[in-house]
């Protein structure tokens, strides 16, 4: 059973324009999130994160928003620019430093 | 310094070899990870080591073999794996301090394959 799920495997967004990652989880214990990006061949890079405390954090281009009643969270980024392009993972755990639980990412294509 | 590093990035290795994955931070963090990773999913958590001991093993066959020799290293001896074994195993730590979650600062990985 998956308990975090990112339903769009794939996104295309024109340079400039908003892209929207979406993440959705089942398990209520989860209360800190994490976004990772991945390029082709290297590791997973830490993006931005949101304790269940907030529903909003924001990180230059990057801002992650989390609504907890609809176990939903979304990374938005803005402008988007070519250099985004590439797979997106969203990411969960639970206080105590549990290892993380990942979605199977969205992979993000930015067209000049 | 947020780097992991790992050694060595590409390993071809036959069923019967016997080879080590290594992987190194100095970040201080105490708690470090071993990962696997298959094309187009996530990465799949394998072990977890806190404070230099062995706290999760999630199910992984004995043909691999994790080690922590200290707090900055952590090695992944390999032996008598199958073809299927093959993919990108990633490392990554994090602060460890119970009771607290810490972002986990993954390696570039070591892409294996077995033949």
């Known amino acids: 059973d998956q308990q975090v799920k990112q339903n769009s495997p794939s996104l295309s967004v024109q340079e400039g324009r908003i892209s929207i990652l979406n993440c959705d989880y089942t398990?209520?214990?989860?209360?800190?999130f994490l976004w990772y990006k991945k390029y082709p061949a290297e590791g997973p890079t830490f993006l931005i994160s949101?304790?269940?405390?907030?529903d909003k954090n924001e990180d230059g281009r990057f801002t992650v928003f989390l609504n907890k009643s609809a176990k939903h969270l979304s990374l938005h980024i803005v402008p988007s620019q070519p250099g985004d392009s590439a797979v997106y993972f969203c990411?969960?755990?639970?206080?105590?430093?549990?290892?993380?639980?990942f979605g199977k990412g969205t992979r993000l294509s930015v067209i000049a | 310094d947020t780097e992991v590093t790992q050694t060595p990035k590409h390993l071809v290795m036959g069923m019967t070899n016997k080879k080590s994955l290594k992987c190194e931070q100095h970040?201080?963090?105490?708690?470090m990870y071993w990962y696997k990773q298959k094309a187009k999913k996530p990465p799949e958590l394998m072990f977890v080591?806190?404070?230099?001991?062995?706290?999760i093993n999630e199910s992984v066959p004995s043909r691999f073999s994790p080690e922590c020799p200290n707090s900055s290293l952590l090695n992944l001896h390999l032996h008598a794996l199958q073809p299927e074994d093959s993919a990108l195993y990633l490392c990554?730590?994090?602060?460890?301090?119970?009771?607290?979650?810490?972002?986990?600062?993954f390696g570039p990985g070591t892409r294996l394959t077995v033949t």
């Open positions: 990554a730590s994090s602060h460890g301090l119970a009771g607290l979650v810490y972002e986990q600062y």
């Open positions: 990411a969960a755990s639970y206080s105590g430093n549990t290892p993380l639980v």
């Open positions: 398990n209520s214990m989860f209360d800190y």
């Open positions: 080591y806190s404070y230099e001991k062995l706290s």
């Open positions: 970040m201080g963090h105490r708690a």
């Open positions: 949101i304790s269940s405390i907030k």
